[in-house]
């Protein structure tokens, strides 16, 4: 456990002022805001083999980049604008994974249409409730799980991409669907009885 301002905290979010404020005040607080589950799977995605605070320091750059995660106008992004994307400096230019931020706002409208929200669908895989973990330290906690799995397989078939299960499942802890701060952690939740 790292401490600040003498708090304890999951081990991960390190000594970096930033990183600590999405500690504490986002990762696994349940999040049922559409275009806020759109920007956090597009930043999952675009962290793929990176760590998060590459991410997360970017994040600004990636929201004036992509019109503040808006999948309407995400989706009809033009070839022009995919090249002045790959272009930009403030964010991972990496043609792929911007390709599928493009292509995953459509999947994302999709699913919007047939569930009336993106949260409806996606919190289903959890029964509309966040799950709670009790883990004593960072090794316990896997990367991938049932629920991420079927999460993944699912979105894939609907043709999003960069969504493997372990992206998935980091998906599921920064958005709250679970509750996966450690123990010894300020921000540890027990489960409700």
Partial sequence: MKRHSNLPRCAWAGKDPLYIDYHDREWGRPLHDDKKLFEFLILEGAQAGLSWITILKKRENYRKAFDGFDPVKVAKYSEKKIRSLLSNEGIVRNELKIRSAVANASCFLNIQKEYGSFDSFIWGFVGGKPMFNS?????????????????????????????????????????????????DCHRFVKRKS
């Fill in 135 to 183: 883990w004593k330290s960072l090794r316990e906690v896997p990367a991938t799980t049932r629920i991420s799995d079927a999460m993944s397989k699912d979105l894939k078939k609907r043709g999003f991409k960069f969504v493997g299960s372990t992206i998935c499942y980091a998906f599921m802890q920064a958005t709250g669907m679970v509750m996966d701060h450690v123990v």
